[in-house]
């Protein structure tokens, strides 16, 4: 298989799912429904659970039982010192700049963040660019419309010829269904919907190193 084109998630992929970043984010999503929103304390869990469930983030769901405006949410969720959890990554880089394909960002979160965490992490200048949730207008991951607006932005006709890497299962299901070539990252128990699973995405060289051929 010839592979064209690479999509990267971002949070709890492009670094450990274990610093605290992602827990420290959920966080702030239950203040900002509480503080912004007015939802009672209480009833805070089950709701984001049914959003996360019916919608694939909790801003979808916001948006559409009370119409938030989602710049004000990410930016409250997202308002957190990222140098109190990420660490550059040389290795990391040096892997990514590697790769002969054209690399993209694809995440559910804002492109503010994304640049935040990439240049935390030292990967600036890594990718094509960041396919956020405001590109693919607010369809998130793992809304199957999400996952063909990437591939027109980023300019990819195959999906047989795309790779994507996510720390989420239901993150990969649609992206498997279509035919790209799945990565689970954090967790290398195989997985029905990821084709190869990865404790660390640093291990990817030696479970593909086919993309080096390509």
Known sequence: MVYTTLFFDLDDTLYPNTNGLWG??????????HERVGIPVADIPQIRQYYFETYGTT???????????PADYLAYVHDLPLQSYLQPD????????????????????DDAHARRVIAAVGLDNCFEGIIDVKAIGYHCKPDPQAYQLAL??????????????????????????MG????????????????????RIHDLPQTLPQLWKS
């Not at 420290?24 to 429904?33: C, D, G, K, T």
């Not at 801003?59 to 405006?69: A, E, K, T």
């Not at 790209?180 to 404790?199: C, D, M, Q, R, W």
């Open 24 to 33: 420290a984010i959920r966080a702030r999503m239950s203040v900002y429904m």
């Open 152 to 177: 027109d932005l980023a300019g990819e006709r195959v999906s047989q010829h795309c790779i994507l890497l996510d720390d989420s299962p239901r993150n990969l299901a649609p992206a498997y269904q």
């Open 90 to 109: 040389p290795d990391l880089r040096s892997l990514l700049t590697s790769l002969p394909q054209p690399k993209w960002i694809f995440t559910n979160a």
């Open 180 to 199: 790209f070539t799945t990565v689970l990252i954090g967790n290398k128990e195989p997985n029905p919907v990821a084709h190869y699973s990865l404790a």
């Open 59 to 69: 801003l979808r769901g916001l948006q559409i039982h009370y119409q938030v405006n």
